[in-house]
C-alpha cells in the first residue's frame, strides 16, 4: 500500500471514529436530557395525583359523615379517580394520544388494592426479571414475585423512579409513601415513555444515513487533499527513479518551508554531491588510462630501440667493432631511461604510502646546500644560476625537499637554453610564512597547457624531451611532494619569456637564532633587480 494511501485511509478512518464519538454523545446527551425531563414530570404526575387522592378521600368522607373511610370505602373512591385519568392526554408531547397518560398502583405492604393497567406487564426477552421489577410472565404456570425496590418503605417525601423495558415498550415507574385515613400505603404512577426511545432510535437511524453520506464526502475531499499533499513525493520518487538510472544533472524545483521542501532541498544536495563524485571518478579514470597509454608508450619507444639493436648485434657477428660500440650505447642509453622511468614511478607510487619525518629548518641554509648537488646539472646545461635568499623557517623533509628542489631546477635549465640564467629565491612574509621561488628564461608554457603540466607523463615538446632524458614525470612528482608538506604550488608562464614556479610552505613560530637575524649577511634581489643584471650570487 502506498504512502498517500495509508494517510488517505488513516485520516478517513480518524475523520469517521471522531465524528462518531462526538455524534454519539451528543445522542446520548440529548436522550439522557429527555430522560431527565421525563422523570421530572414523572414525579410532577405523581405528586399532582398524590393531591388528587388526598382530595377525593376528604371529599368522600365528609359526604358520608361519618369519621375516616374504611379501606373499601377508600379504593371504591380512588377506583372513580383512576377512570378519571383513562383518557388520552399527550406527556411533553411525546405521548401517544390513544394511551392514557397516567396509570397507577396501590399497594398496603405486598398486597395490591389498585392497579388501573389494563395488560399484564411482560419483560422483554434478556431482561433481568430479578432487578427490574415483579411480574408474572405469560409462559409461566405460577405467579412469582420478584424484587420490587419501588415497593420498599422509605421517607414519604422521597420519590423513586425506575425505567422498566417491557414487551409493552419502556415505562417510567414512580412510587413514594403516601398516608391516606390514617392509613400507609404504596402509591406508583405509571407512565409510557417509549416515544423517547424511540425518537433516540430515528436519531441513530438518521445518523447512520448522514454517516455514509458524510463518509463519501469526506473520502472524496480526503482523496483530493491527501494526493494534492502528496504530490511532492511522487515527484520526488521520479526523480529519484531517473536519477538511479543516471540522469545526474536533474534537479527538482524547490519551493516552500515545510518538511517536503527541506526534502527536496536535500535531494538536490545528494545529487551535487554524487554527480561532483562521478565526475571526479570519471576524470580519475581519464587520468588513469591516459597514464597507462603513456606510460606504454614511454616504455615501448626504449624497449623497441633495445629489442632492435640487440637483434642486430645476435644477427651480425662479423659487425666493426665501431658498429657494435654504437649499438650497445644506444642500448645503453635506452636502458638507463627505462630506469629512470622505474625510479620515478616507484618515488610517485610510495610517495603516499610512506611516513616522513619533518624537520625546522632555515630556508636559506638548506637552499645553500642544495646548490652544491645541483651544480652538476647546471653546468651540464650550461646555465647561470642566481640565488636571492632571506632567512625563514619551514618545516620539511630533507630527503624529500632536495628530490623538490632538483627537480624544480632541472625542468628548468631543460627549457632554458645556453648562457640564460635561472633564479632560485626564497622570500619571507609578514605572517611568517615563506615563498620559494624558481624563474627561469625558457620556451614557456602555453596558458591553456597550464593545467595539465603536473599529470605524469605530459610533455609539451616530446622530442626535446625526449632528447633531453626526461619522462614527464617531474612536476607530477614535485606536486605530490609539495602536498605532503601541506604547501600550495602555483605556476605562471608566458611563451618564450619563460616560467615561474611558487611554492608557498605554511608559516612556522619558532625562534630565529642571532645567525638567522643578520640580515646584513644575506643577498637579497627582487625579480626586476634579477631582470635588470643587479648583483647577486651567481653559479
Known amino acids: 500500500m502506498r504512502f498517500w494511501q495509508k494517510i488517505f485511509l488513516f485520516s478517513l478512518a480518524l475523520l469517521m471514529v471522531t465524528i462518531s464519538i462526538v455524534s454519539l454523545l451528543l445522542l446520548r446527551g440529548n436522550h439522557q436530557g ?6 421530572q414530570n414523572g414525579i410532577s404526575t405523581h405528586d399532582l395525583i398524590i393531591g388528587s387522592m388526598q382530595t377525593a378521600v376528604v371529599h368522600d368522607r365528609y359526604q358520608s359523615g361519618e369519621g375516616f373511610l374504611t379501606e373499601d370505602e377508600m379504593v371504591a373512591s380512588l377506583l372513580r379517580l383512576a377512570e378519571s385519568y383513562n383518557r388520552p392526554v399527550f406527556f411533553s408531547g411525546l405521548q401517544d394520544s390513544q394511551s392514557p397518560a397516567v396509570f397507577f398502583q396501590l399497594y398496603s405492604g405486598q398486597d395490591q388494592l389498585i392497579s388501573s393497567l389494563p395488560f399484564e406487564p411482560i419483560l422483554q426477552k ?28 422509605g421517607d414519604p417525601l422521597d420519590r423513586y423512579t425506575i425505567i422498566r423495558a417491557l414487551e409493552q415498550g419502556h415505562w417510567l415507574f414512580v412510587s413514594s409513601q403516601i398516608e391516606l385515613e390514617n392509613r400507609s400505603y404504596t402509591l406508583v404512577t405509571i407512565q409510557d ?11 441513530i437511524k438518521l445518523f447512520a444515513d448522514l454517516m455514509l453520506v458524510l463518509a463519501l464526502a469526506a473520502a472524496g475531499v480526503l482523496l483530493v487533499i491527501v494526493v494534492w499533499l502528496t ?15 543516471g540522469e545526474y544533472n536533474i534537479r527538482l524545483s524547490v519551493g516552500g518551508r515545510d518538511e517536503l521542501s527541506a526534502l527536496g532541498h536535500d535531494f538536490n544536495n545528494m545529487a551535487d554531491a554524487v554527480e561532483k563524485n562521478i565526475n571526479s571518478l570519471q576524470q580519475m579514470n581519464e587520468e588513469r588510462t591516459r597514464f597507462i597509454d603513456n606510460l606504454t608508450h614511454e616504455i615501448k619507444s626504449p624497449l623497441t630501440s633495445i629489442i632492435g639493436f640487440s637483434d642486430l648485434l645476435r644477427q651480425a657477428p662479423t659487425i666493426s667493432d665501431e658498429e657494435r660500440i654504437r649499438q650497445a650505447d644506444y642500448i645503453y642509453r635506452e636502458g638507463r631511461q627505462l630506469e629512470h622511468i622505474a625510479k620515478l614511478l616507484m618515488e610517485l607510487t610510495l610517495m603516499g604510502r610512506s611516513q616522513f619525518d619533518l624537520e625546522t629548518v632555515d630556508l636559506h641554509d638548506l637552499l645553500e646546500e642544495t646548490l652544491l648537488l645541483i651544480r652538476p646539472t647546471m653546468e651540464k646545461y650550461q646555465v647561470r644560476l642566481i640565488l636571492d635568499n632571506q632567512h625563514g623557517f619551514v618545516r620539511v623533509s630533507l630527503e624529500l625537499f632536495r628530490s623538490l628542489i632538483t627537480n624544480l631546477l632541472e625542468n628548468a635549465a631543460k627549457a632554458s637554453s645556453p648562457e640564460q640564467t635561472v633564479l632560485l629565491q626564497a622570500v619571507k612574509k609578514d605572517d611568517n610564512s615563506m615563498i620559494m621561488l624558481v624563474k627561469d628564461e625558457g620556451c614557456g608554457i602555453p596558458e591553456a597547457e597550464l593545467d595539465k603540466i603536473k599529470q605524469p607523463f605530459y610533455v609539451l615538446d616530446k622530442a626535446r624531451t625526449r632528447k633531453a632524458g626526461g619522462a614527464g614525470l617531474g612536476l607530477a612528482l614535485c606536486d605530490e611532494i609539495v602536498k605532503l608538506h601541506d604547501a600550495r604550488m602555483t605556476i605562471g608562464s608566458r611563451v ?14 619558532e625562534e630565529e637564532d642571532s645567525e638567522a637575524e643578520a640580515s646584513e649577511d644575506i643577498l637579497v634581489a627582487d625579480i626586476s633587480t634579477f631582470e635588470e643584471g643587479a648583483e647577486a650570487n651567481e653559479i
Not at 429527555?34 to 422523570?39: E, L, M, P, V
Not at 415513555?193 to 436519531?203: A, E, G, N, R, V
Open 231 to 245: 504530490r511532492p513525493i511522487a515527484i520526488l520518487r521520479q526523480y529519484t527513479s531517473r536519477f538511479s538510472q
Open 496 to 509: 618564450g619569456e619563460g616560467t615561474t614556479i611558487s611554492i608557498h610552505f605554511p608559516p612556522v613560530f
Open 193 to 203: 415513555i417509549t416515544s423517547i426511545y424511540d425518537l433516540l432510535y430515528k436519531q
Open 126 to 153: 434478556g431482561q433481568d426479571r430479578g432487578r427490574l421489577g415483579a411480574f408474572v410472565s405469560n409462559d409461566s404456570t405460577q405467579e412469582q414475585t420478584l424484587f420490587r425496590p419501588e415497593l420498599e418503605p
Open 34 to 39: 429527555n430522560i431527565d425531563q421525563a422523570r
